[in-house]
């Protein structure tokens, strides 16, 4: 596919054909080459980012060459497929994809500690488990996605429940909400204690990559972190205990996937099983100190920070927590030493 289709477009492209990607995160309005050049993934304690299933890409070096890079030059695939642009302009991608499935969504409301106490056995038990954690609460919201058995029968999501929980409720009045919240502040513990209680079950099937996607209309800043999945009850411990003693208050929930290992050398997935932990504050308030709290929460435990969202992290930080982030450094050096696609945040995370 070229690199600029967005992700939209291709899975219905791709299902046109009776075709799938394996796994998608909840937003689908990237890019191909944008989402897998920042390490973009989904859940699935099996599933490895969407990185991962790059077989070959097209790039279009600085010195002006295009050169096809695939499986035969295993090392420049591995920098390639998590590049952040850094080693030159991809043009056109090819992904390893499956036949179209059905996915059955499972969806309630639950206790953190319990869920917590459980995530192993739903995460070994289930394809895709993710959970949304309300602040100020005990309260999560866990989600599951199966692949639906040949002799199950399909039972769409009604669009009058479409409308009001999906558009109206998450879209309209959450944003909506949010705006207000974020001149009434105080308010926040008690509308999410309504909030995480008034969650209610609903159970439907649909294609994959409409379960898997859902509309987000309210803007918001996030920074999400991967932590090595034994480490997930100690980062969530450190960030309840924070937000408790800070008097930060914190509306959107703090969301909880689980993803695979894989080889890709600037992936937060390189060689180690992860939790991701994603941190949202409503666009209208300064992110900074909350954003700022759950880096420095997840500094000691090894965090690896989403490439395309909030941190300051700098190159020497970044390179203690990727084994082959060297090796990216040395081959930006042989593919762009001019320098031609440097810009402030590349100087930043892989050196000038």
Not at 166 to 184: K, P, Q
């Amino acid at each position: 596919m070229r690199a600029g289709t967005p992700l939209h477009a291709l899975t219905r492209a791709l299902a046109e054909h009776g075709l799938a990607l394996p796994n998608l995160g909840d937003i689908d309005r990237q890019t191909v080459a944008g989402a897998t050049a920042t390490g973009t993934h989904g859940t699935g304690a099996a599933l490895p980012g969407l990185s991962a299933g790059i077989t070959g890409l097209r790039l279009a070096t600085p010195d002006g060459r295009l050169r096809w890079i695939d499986e035969v030059q295993p090392d420049l695939l591995a920098a390639a497929q998590v590049s952040l642009g850094a080693l030159g302009v991809v043009t056109e991608l090819e992904l390893a994809v499956v036949p179209t499935f059905v996915l059955r969504a499972t969806e309630g409301p639950d206790r953190l500690d319990r869920a917590l106490a459980d995530l192993d056995e739903l995460a070994a038990s289930h394809r895709h488990v993710e959970l949304y954690w309300f602040p100020h609460t005990d309260r999560v919201q866990v989600k599951i996605n199966d692949p639906l058995a040949p002799d199950e029968a399909p039972e769409p999501l009604p669009r009058w429940r479409y409308l009001l929980d999906d558009e109206l409720l998450s879209n309209g009045v959450f944003g909506a909400l949010n705006a207000g919240l974020s001149r009434a502040q105080l308010l926040i513990p008690s509308v999410n204690q309504l909030s995480a209680r008034a969650l209610t079950a609903r159970t439907y099937t649909g294609p994959s990559h409409e379960v898997f996607c859902a509309p987000r209309r309210v803007r918001f800043h996030e920074s999400e972190w991967a932590v090595p999945r034994e480490a997930l009850g100690e980062a969530l411990t450190r960030l309840r205990r924070w937000i408790e003693t800070s008097g930060e208050r914190v509306s959107f929930p703090v969301e909880i996937r689980l993803a695979a290992a894989d080889d890709a050398w600037l992936s937060t997935g390189y060689q180690r099983e992860n939790a991701y932990l994603a941190c949202h504050h409503h666009v209208a308030r300064d992110p900074a100190r909350y954003l700022g709290a759950v880096q420095q929460i997840m500094a000691p435990l090894q965090g690896r920070p989403h490439w395309g969202k909030v941190h300051t992290l700098t190159a020497d930080e970044l390179a203690e927590r990727y084994p082959r982030h060297g090796d990216v450094v040395a081959l930006r050096d042989r593919l762009d030493p001019d320098r031609v696609l440097s810009n402030p945040y590349l100087e930043r995370v892989l050196g000038p």
